[in-house]
C-alpha cells in the first residue's frame, strides 16, 4: 500500500489529538500513519510544519531535465512558437515529448493554461451565424452527385439552434438564409454576428468592417445589428462553431446509411435532428434550450416586419447621352443633366432606383421581358429641339457627311423625329459604315451603302441590323471571282502571291499583237480568230503596287515564232522570258 500524502489537514488533525492528551500510539492508530511521522509533528512548530508540507510537494526533477536550456525553451514558447516545435530543437535528444509537455505543465503550469472568460448574454440580444465546414452529398436527377451546404444559427442566451440546407454559400443563399433563421426563431435578434465571408462583409476591419450592402439592407429591414466577428477569432462565435459540430456530428450518425435526392429531403432530415437537439435537457442549463427559449427569450426578441425582404444587387453604371442606363437588357431614362455621370443603381425583384450619392434622381418599375425595352419618364427627356441641337447628334451627323450624302439625310429624318430615340441606332449605321469604307475603299462600298439607305426608306424600316444584313448580301453578289496564284516577279528569285486576273494575259506562240490593241489566235480547225485584249484597271490589282509593278501593264509584243510561253516552261526559263519582255520596255 502507497504512503499516504502529508497534508494540511492531517496535520491539524494530528495536534488537535495531541491537544487532547492522547499518545503517539493512540494517535497513529486513530488516523492510521506511523508513530514516528505522529512524534515529529508533536515537536515542529508552526513554520516548520508549513516548510515539511511544501518540500513534500515538490518532487524532484527527472535527471533530463538538467540537460535542457530552460530559460531558452520558456523564451519560445512565451513568444508563441508551437511546442513541439520546440521541443523537437531544444529536448528531442534527451526525453520523449509526452515526458517534456507533463514536466512543462507541472512546473510552468501558468504558461500553457490561457484564461477563459464566460461571456455572459441577455435575452433577445445576440445570435451567431455560420456555414458549416462539411458539405452533405446529394443525388440529383440526372444521376450527379452535388453538395448540399449547411448554415447554422444559434440564439446566445436561450442556445436555440436553427439549420437550413442551400445549393452553394452564394449571395442569395446567405441572404435567404437569414430569413429562414428568424422565422424559426419567430422574431429578431438585438444582434447578428456572422463570419468574415465575402457575401456578408466585404472588407474586414476591427472597428469598422466595410458590408456587402445587399446584407446591410436585409439588417435594416429585419432591425438588426450586424457585428462581425474578429479575423481568425473563432472564439468571438463559440456557440455557433459548437452548434455546428453538435448539428454535423449527429446529422451524419443518424443518416449514415441513408442517400438523399433532393434538398427538401436534407432540410427535412435537419428539422428532425434540430428539433431533437433542442428539446434535449442542455447539461449545464438544466433545461432544455426549447425550454428556456419559449419561456425567457422569445417575449425579447423584436418582432418579424409584415412584409417579406426582396434581394437587392447593386451595379456602377454611367449614363449614356441618350439620358438612360443599361440594366438586365433594358433601358431606364435619368434626368438629362446627369449624362456622362457615374450612378449607383439599386436594383430589386420590382423596382430599379438610381442613386447620385446619397440623392435618388430616379425610380423605375422593372422590366424583365429582356427585350431592350426603353422604360422612359417624360421629365427626364429635353425637349426635341434642344434634343437635337446636342453636341453629340451633330457629331453623328457631322461623321454621316463625310460617309455617305445619303446615310446622312436618313439619320438627319430619324433626328428630326425623335434624336434621343435614335441615337444609338445612328451610332450602329455609322459604325458599320465606316467599316465598310475601310474594308473595300470608297468607292466601292459607297453604292453598296447608298442602296441600302435606299431600300430601308423603300420599306420604312430602320434597323441597324437589317443595314448589316443586306451590306452583306450585296458584298457577295458583286464580289469578283478572284483566283490567286504564285507568279515571280521579274528579277527577283522571291515567291509572291499575286491576282492572276491583275497581269495581261501572256501571248502563247499562236497568237500575234496588233497595234490597235487586238490579238489573233490559230484556232484548233486553222481558222484565224480576233481577240480584244481586257486590261484591268490598276486600282482593281490586289495587293500593295511599287513603281516596278508598272512594268506589268504591258509586256510588250509578242515572242518570236517558234519560242515557249512560260506556262510550259521550268521555272528558270519562265523567269529568262519575263524578263526578257520587261527589258524591252526599259
Not at 494540511?8 to 511521522?37: D, H, P, T, W, Y
Not at 442556445?159 to 430569413?179: D, R, T, V
Not at 456587402?212 to 456557440?239: F, G, W
Not at 430619324?414 to 441606332?425: M, N, T, V, Y
Request: proline fraction near 6%; glycine fraction near 4%.
Amino acid at each position: 500500500m502507497a504512503r499516504r500524502v502529508l497534508t494540511v489537514e492531517r496535520v491539524q488533525e494530528v495536534r488537535r489529538l495531541i491537544g487532547q492528551g492522547l499518545s503517539n500510539r493512540q494517535i497513529a492508530q486513530a488516523l492510521r500513519m506511523r508513530r514516528k511521522r505522529v512524534s515529529e509533528i508533536r515537536e515542529m512548530t508552526d513554520d516548520q510544519a508549513v516548510q515539511a508540507l511544501s518540500a513534500q510537494q515538490i518532487a524532484p526533477d527527472p535527471s533530463w531535465t538538467l540537460q535542457v536550456n530552460w530559460p531558452a525553451v520558456l523564451q519560445e514558447i512565451a513568444e508563441g512558437f508551437e511546442i513541439k516545435r520546440v521541443w523537437e530543437e531544444r529536448a528531442q535528444t534527451v526525453t520523449g515529448y509526452p515526458n517534456f509537455w507533463k514536466y512543462l505543465n507541472r512546473r510552468y503550469p501558468a504558461l500553457l493554461k490561457d484564461t477563459v472568460t464566460l461571456r455572459e448574454f441577455v435575452p433577445g440580444a445576440h445570435c451567431e451565424v455560420d456555414w458549416a465546414g462539411d458539405t452533405i452529398p446529394w443525388q440529383d436527377a440526372s444521376g450527379h452527385i452535388r453538395k448540399a451546404h449547411v448554415f447554422v444559427g444559434i440564439l446566445c442566451f436561450s442556445q436555440l439552434i436553427s439549420s437550413h440546407a442551400f445549393e452553394n454559400e452564394q449571395k442569395s443563399a446567405w441572404l435567404a438564409a437569414h430569413q429562414k433563421m428568424y422565422a424559426s426563431f419567430g422574431g429578431v435578434p438585438r444582434v447578428t454576428v456572422p463570419d468574415n465571408l465575402k457575401t456578408g462583409t466585404k472588407k474586414a476591419h476591427l472597428y469598422d468592417p466595410d458590408l456587402n450592402p445587399s446584407y446591410v439592407e436585409l439588417a435594416a429591414h429585419y432591425q438588426t445589428a450586424i457585428v462581425p466577428a474578429r479575423v481568425a477569432s473563432p472564439k468571438d462565435k463559440a456557440l455557433v462553431e459548437n452548434a455546428v459540430g453538435l448539428v454535423m456530428r449527429l446529422f451524419r450518425f443518424r443518416y449514415r446509411n441513408r442517400r438523399f435526392f433532393s434538398l427538401s429531403q436534407i432540410n427535412e432530415a435537419l428539422t428532425v435532428i434540430v428539433s431533437e437537439i433542442n428539446a434535449r435537457e442542455h447539461s449545464r442549463l438544466k433545461t432544455s434550450r426549447l425550454e428556456r427559449w419559449r419561456d425567457e427569450e422569445v417575449k425579447h426578441l423584436k418582432s418579424l416586419p409584415e412584409t417579406p425582404f426582396e434581394e437587392i444587387d447593386w451595379k456602377i453604371s454611367r449614363v449614356h447621352p441618350d439620358s438612360t442606363i443599361a440594366i438586365d437588357r433594358a433601358f431606364y431614362s435619368v434626368p438629362s443633366s446627369h449624362r456622362g455621370k457615374e450612378v449607383k443603381v439599386k436594383m430589386t425583384a420590382r423596382h430599379i432606383e438610381v442613386f447620385l450619392g446619397l440623392e435618388r434622381i430616379a425610380l423605375h418599375v422593372r422590366d424583365r421581358s429582356h427585350r431592350g425595352v426603353r422604360v422612359l419618364n417624360p421629365d427626364h427627356l429635353p425637349p426635341q429641339a434642344k434634343a437635337y441641337r446636342e453636341t453629340t447628334p451633330q457629331n453623328l451627323l457631322s461623321q454621316a457627311r463625310f460617309l455617305s450624302p445619303a446615310l446622312h439625310d436618313f439619320i438627319d429624318r430619324l433626328f428630326q423625329e425623335d434624336a434621343l430615340g435614335h441615337l444609338r441606332r445612328a451610332q450602329g449605321f455609322i459604325r458599320h459604315a465606316r467599316e465598310e469604307i475601310a474594308r473595300f475603299g470608297k468607292t466601292q462600298a459607297e453604292p453598296r451603302i447608298n442602296e441600302v439607305v435606299s431600300w430601308m426608306r423603300l420599306w420604312d424600316k430602320a434597323r441597324v441590323f437589317l443595314f448589316q444584313e443586306r451590306l452583306k448580301s450585296l458584298r457577295a453578289r458583286t464580289a469578283p471571282d478572284i483566283r490567286n496564284d504564285l507568279l515571280r516577279k521579274p528579277g527577283n528569285p522571291m515567291l509572291r502571291q499575286q491576282t492572276s486576273e491583275a497581269l495581261p494575259r501572256l501571248s502563247t506562240p499562236n497568237e500575234r499583237r496588233t497595234n490597235d490593241g487586238t490579238h489573233t489566235s490559230q484556232s484548233s480547225d486553222g481558222r484565224a480568230e480576233t481577240h480584244r485584249n481586257d486590261a484591268r484597271p490598276r486600282e482593281d490589282l490586289v495587293g500593295s503596287q511599287t513603281p516596278r509593278d508598272d512594268l506589268r501593264g504591258d509586256l510588250g509584243p509578242a515572242p518570236a515564232s517558234g519560242s515557249r510561253s512560260p506556262e510550259a516552261c521550268s521555272d528558270g526559263e519562265a523567269d529568262q522570258i519575263l524578263a526578257a519582255q520587261a527589258g524591252s520596255l526599259l
